[in-house]
């Protein structure tokens, strides 16, 4: 069965520091990765989508990496902001484009 | 990318009624899904909403509960029939050339409450 696993379920982080989300999956076959940062009310927005020959792909603060051998994933947020908190979302495309997702990371930035 | 709308944005409904949900892109596109997040889980597909032909449903929904329209390539509506608290949960659209396209983007949203 297909699935997605994300920890922690939920984190808390002050102001400035970094943190690293963890995404592991046993979708097969594999076609891509994505994380998404959904806000809360709001719909999920796409940060980084990474097929099975990248291993890692940044878009500002956020780094995500992918092990296409082991199956797992990891996105990694520097000098978080107030603004970061949300919930992160990974989020993997299998075969016939179907797509399986995580239950999330809810992360809050504290002062 | 594309933008995408919905209505209502939330809505508090009582148990036997039904809402219906709208979604309006801001450009044509291929392909439109609906999705459910119920509260602490994960999206799940619901359907996907065929320009003039019927939607095509994932297992464990069905069109007498969830019928959906889509009468051009920029518009559809997800209706929830016979509402029950268990219908509680957040509704999504989706767009994009294909589901896990390299370009899929998602609406705000429609937050229901059954009571």
């Known amino acids: 069965k297909n699935q997605v696993e994300q920890s922690p379920q939920s984190l808390i982080i002050l102001e400035g520091k970094n943190c690293t989300l963890q995404?592991?999956?046993?979708?097969?076959?594999?076609?891509?990765l994505r994380w998404y940062k959904q806000d809360t009310g709001r719909g999920p927005v796409s940060l980084t989508i990474m097929t099975f020959s990248e291993n890692t792909k940044s878009n500002g603060r956020y780094t995500a990496t992918l092990d296409a051998d082991t199956k797992q994933s990891s996105l990694h947020i520097t000098a978080s902001q107030l603004s970061d908190s949300a919930s992160y979302i990974c989020v993997v495309t299998g075969g016939g484009n179907k797509l399986t997702f995580g239950t999330g990371t809810q992360l809050k930035v504290e002062l | 990318s594309a933008v995408i709308s919905q209505k209502p944005s939330r809505d508090i409904c009582q148990r036997g009624t039904s809402l219906t949900i709208q979604c309006q892109v801001d450009?044509?596109?291929?392909?439109m899904f609906w999705y459910r997040q119920q509260p602490g889980q994960s999206l799940t597909l619901i359907a996907t909403a065929n320009q003039g032909s019927e939607a095509t449903y994932e297992s464990g929904f069905v069109i007498d509960k969830f019928p959906i329209s889509r009468p051009n390539l920029t518009f559809s509506t997800l209706t929830v029939s016979n509402m029950s608290p268990e219908d509680s949960s957040i509704y999504l659209c989706?767009?994009?050339?294909?589901?896990?396209?390299?370009?899929?983007?998602f609406g705000p949203g429609t937050r229901l409450l059954v009571l």
């Open positions: 989706s767009v994009g050339s294909g589901q896990g396209a390299q370009t899929q983007y």
């Open positions: 995404c592991n999956y046993t979708v097969s076959p594999f076609s891509n």
């Open positions: 450009s044509q596109v291929t392909m």
